[in-house]
Structures are given as C-alpha cells and as structure tokens.
C-alpha cells in the first residue's frame, strides 16, 4: 500500500502535535512492507521526521499549526494546495492524524480521520471564541465526518462520546490509543535536582498542573481547590506549567493569574511557563500528584504521562482515566471543587497511599506503547486499502 498521512500538525506542543509524531514515528518504524508519504507545510527541514518515509512541502501562507491560534483561520488558498496534493498522491488510503487539520480529498483514495474528542462540540464556547470560526468548525466536522470511510478515536470513553454526539454506532468508530513518550520514566533523585535546579522550587509538596489555559481546563477552579488544601498543608505549592505568555490558543490565563492574586496566593502558586519534555519529566518525578481538572479530556494524556514518571494523579472523571488508571490516582467531578479538596488533600496527607498510587500508576503506564497504538492504526489502515 501508498499511505500519505497530512503531517502538518507534526510541530504542533499540544495533544494531538505529540499524536502525530509519536504514532506516525512508530507506524512507519514498524516492519512492514508499505511505503509513506509525510505532507508538511512548515518551511524548512524537521529533523524528526521518519527517515524511512518520503516528505513532501506543500507551500503554504499560513502553517496550519500558525493557523491553530485563537483568532487564526487557515486560508482556502492553503487548504486547497493540501487538498490537491494529497490528493493527488495516488495513495491507497490518507490519513489525518487530527480532524483539525482535515482537507477535502477527491479521487479513489481511501480516507481515515482520527477525532480525538468532542469537546468543542459539547463546550464551544469555551474552545472556539467566535461565532463565525465555531461555524467554520462545525463545517468542517460534518465534511470530515461524511468523507471519512474509517473513523479513529483515542480512546474507549471518546468512542462513546462520538457515537452519542453524531449518531454514529460505536462498532463504526476505531480505537487507536495513545502512550508516553520514553523520556517519561522513573528518574534518579540527583537527575532530578539537577535538571529542575533552575527552576528553583520549594521542597515542600508540589502539586502540578500541565497543560494549557483555556477555559474548558478548569484551571480556576483548581486554584480555587487547592486554596483551601493549602490552608491544612502551609508548605504546598502549585505548580501550573504551560504557555502562558505568548499563547496563540484560546486562554483565560489573565483570569487566572488574577485569581490567584485575589486569594493572596502569588507564593503559592508558579507559573513556569512552557517546559521541554525533560524537564517536565524530571518535574513529574519529583511532584506529589498530577492535577488534570478538565470539564472534559479525550484521553488525557498528561496523567499518562505523570503516571509513567511514578506519580499519582487526580484527574477529572469526565475522561478515559478512571478506567485506564485505575488505582494509580483519585477521579472527581470538575464540577464539584469540595470533592477536589478531599482529593489532593487524601493524597498529600498519607506517604503510604501516595505509595500505594504510585505503584498503581506505573503498573498502568506499563500497559501502554507507541508500537501498540501503531499496529491498531496499521490494521485500519489496510482495512481502507483492501476496501479500495
């Protein structure tokens, strides 16, 4: 088989960026005979990319990850250049590894799309900030959804939520998971220190935030939450990693930040703004818990990640997570700020439960791999190319 996958989320920092290169990393890495085309619009080389599959630039005005930003829409002139050249390429199947990056595509190619959840469906308000780009995403949705012969999803819980949004039967939607990436592992004490020494953190408990600022992360409310915890343990801090100055995402981080200042909170709580991957993981070693507050996560992959570092988590019960990381963490309503009090406060209070978590975090995170997730897509994958 000809498989070309749209790649143009590869430079992409959030969730479904790390899909992309993770899994099409160990798709292409995997043996077997198919041959691969990577279609990117960003100038210049990416030294990542899979030296077995063959890249091809499509020239673009606007990079579709430029185009990610709040404000920002991808130009049809853009689109259309994708939506030519993929399709074009005379594939058996294509592949967008995100429905956000999704471009028409004629011809007899098969077409596979991976919707990570519907939380744009469910919270537009609090993802997409205008009317007409909430319209253009709808649009673009409904198109995505009626070309696409295979319909790919992260988890079993977003399978559910797909199914029960657009009115699909679940046997019609494939599971593709996904896994952390290996610099997420147990890490020596004196790595530790030494990749978060500049930095400069407390020594007391850290509780840890990853991820972004929009307003369907929940991050006040976490704040509001773990104002009260910090009242029983004084030496706690919160630590909120994650763009926060030059975000091009829809966030409400202004909010935030003056919440936190209203409470009296400023050295309690650090914002470290965005972290590489090393760092993040030396961060999770050292961290008490992982706080994943969201109103709603296709899979949650931050959580999988502290997991696989040894750190228990509390993470919203609106996700995958209670199911996938059962008894390695605590799971609340993000509606409900008392029972995320209880929570944090259960897990900082006791070393032999927070070791007990611990231990059930790695076993969970052991499950998971980039190579398993590629062999499901791989089988979908050829099941689109013998359908041609």
């Known amino acids: 088989m000809h498989i070309a996958i749209d790649a143009t989320t590869w430079t992409n920092t959030r969730g479904y960026g790390r899909f992309t290169r993770s899994l099409l990393k160990a798709l292409v890495d995997l043996d077997q005979p198919h041959r691969y085309t990577l279609f990117i619009d960003t100038p210049g080389a990416i030294p990542e990319l899979p030296e077995r599959a063959c890249v091809r630039t499509v020239s673009s005005g606007r990079p579709a990850t430029e185009a990610a930003s709040a ?26 590894p995100t429905v956000y990056s999704y471009v028409p595509v004629y011809g007899r190619s098969r077409v596979a799309v991976v919707f990570h959840d519907v939380i744009a469906e469910r919270f537009p308000a609090l ?24 319909v790919i999803t992260v988890s079993e819980y977003s399978r559910r939520e797909l199914a029960r949004e657009f009115g699909l039967a679940e046997e019609a939607i494939h599971v593709v998971g996904e896994a952390p990436d ?48 910090a009242r029983r343990f004084p030496d706690s801090t919160l630590i909120l990693v994650g763009e926060n100055r030059q975000e091009v995402f829809h966030t409400e981080i202004g909010r935030i930040v003056s919440l936190v200042e209203a409470r009296g909170m400023q050295e309690r709580v650090r914002f470290t703004g965005f972290l590489p991957d090393s760092a993040l993981a030396a961060l999770l070693n050292r961290a008490w818990v992982l706080v994943l507050p969201s109103f709603m996560e296709g899979l949650g992959l931050p959580a999988i990640e502290a997991a696989a570092c040894g750190c228990p988590v509390v993470a919203t019960q609106e996700s995958p997570l ?67």
């Not at 049809?76 to 967008?96: E, I, K, N, P, Q």
């Not at 008392?338 to 611990?358: N, P």
Request: proline fraction near 6%; glycine fraction near 8%; aromatic fraction near 8%.
């Open 127 to 150: 993802t997409v900030p205008s009317a007409p780009a909430r319209w253009m995403w709808a649009a673009k949705v409904r198109l995505a959804r009626a070309q696409a012969d295979q």
């Open 71 to 96: 404000q920002g829409r991808r130009g049809l002139a853009d689109m259309a250049r994708m939506s030519h050249a993929l399709s074009s390429a005379g594939a058996d199947c294509v592949l967008f």
């Open 182 to 229: 290996p610099v997420f592992h147990v890490m020596e004490a004196a790595e530790v220190e030494r990749m978060l020494e500049a930095l400069h953190l407390p020594r007391g408990p850290l509780v840890v935030y990853a991820g972004g600022f929009g307003p369907h992360k929940n991050v006040p409310m976490l704040v509001e939450a773990f104002a009260a915890v």
């Open 322 to 388: 209670p199911a996938l990381l059962s008894g390695g963490g605590l799971f609340a309503d993000p509606r409900q700020p008392a029972a995320w009090q209880c929570a944090l406060e259960a897990v900082l209070a006791s070393d032999s439960f927070r070791t007990e978590l611990a231990h059930g975090a790695l076993c969970a995170a052991s499950e998971f791999s980039w190579r398993h997730s590629a062999i499901q897509m791989l089988s979908i994958l050829e099941s689109a190319g013998r359908e041609r």
